[in-house]
T-cell receptor, first 111, second 115 residues
Framework: DAKTTQPPSMDCAEGRAANLPCNHS???????VYWYRQIHSQGPQYIIH???NNETNEMASLIITEDRKSSTLILPHATLRDTAVYYC????????????FGGGTRVLVKP | KAGVTQTPRYLIKTRGQQVTLSCSPI?????VSWYQQTPGQGLQFLFE???????NKGNFPGRFSGRQFSNSRSEMNVSTLELGDSALYLC??????????????FGEGSRLTVL
């Protein structure tokens, strides 16, 4: 079973920030939070990951609460090409490449 | 550099047949994992290979098998196909994630239809 809970869908206006929440209340100390997205008919694409500190890269920012029980992925200026299903995943390095995907959040960016 | 390449992209089989799917990882990546994606079950982990050895396995029946070659290329095989095996099969490669916290790179997938 997935260890994360995400809203099934959300809409976002083009050019505005999209804030995608994720709950992972049972996360353990050595588990990382990963975000992937899947655009229709394509393979999932890595976005960002973090352990404790907030992270930022060219695609997005990841805000992890101090207790690590939840996180938020921020797409600073959503474009129509950001329409996709976004998956929040917790992963233990010891699990190797075994990622457990939940249902994700279907994000629709509207003009 | 070239991404993860999966072949074939699309295929149609009938019940009872078997199928072999191929995955060429990104050059230098030694870890290959396979996932099944269906509308009902979502993305599910099948297995992972590293240095020609299966390192991890998901909860799938023995009809699903795989292997990895010395050049890191991987194949997965499904025998005695069932209608429920119709899915998008995704391959992902990475550096050795047991030692890294980097990302998986997914291919475009092989879409299998079982009639």
């Amino acid at each position: 079973d997935a260890k994360t809970t995400q809203p099934p869908s959300m809409d976002c206006a083009e050019g505005r920030a999209a804030n995608l929440p994720c709950n992972h209340s049972t996360i353990s100390g050595n588990e990382y939070v990963y975000w992937y997205r899947q655009i229709h008919s394509q393979g999932p694409q890595y976005i960002i990951h973090g352990l404790k500190n907030n992270e930022t890269n060219e695609m997005a920012s990841l805000i992890i609460t101090e207790d690590r029980k939840s996180s938020t992925l921020i797409l600073p200026h959503a474009t129509l090409r950001d329409t996709a299903v976004y998956y929040c995943i917790v992963r233990d390095k010891a699990a190797g490449n075994k990622l457990t995907f939940g249902g994700g959040t279907r994000v629709l960016v509207k003009p | 550099k070239a991404g993860v390449t999966q072949t074939p992209r699309y295929l149609i089989k009938t019940r009872g047949q078997q199928v072999t799917l191929s995955c060429s990882p990104i050059s230098g990546h030694r870890s290959v994992s396979w996932y099944q994606q269906t509308p009902g079950q979502g993305l599910q982990f099948l297995f992972e290979y590293f240095s020609e050895t299966q390192r991890n396995k998901g909860n799938f029946p023995g009809r699903f098998s795989g292997r990895q070659f010395s050049n890191s290329r991987s194949e997965m095989n499904v025998s005695t196909l069932e209608l429920g095996d119709s899915a998008l099969y995704l391959c992902a490669s990475s550096l050795d994630l047991a030692k890294n916290t980097g990302e998986l790179f997914f291919g475009e997938g092989s879409r299998l239809t079982v009639l």
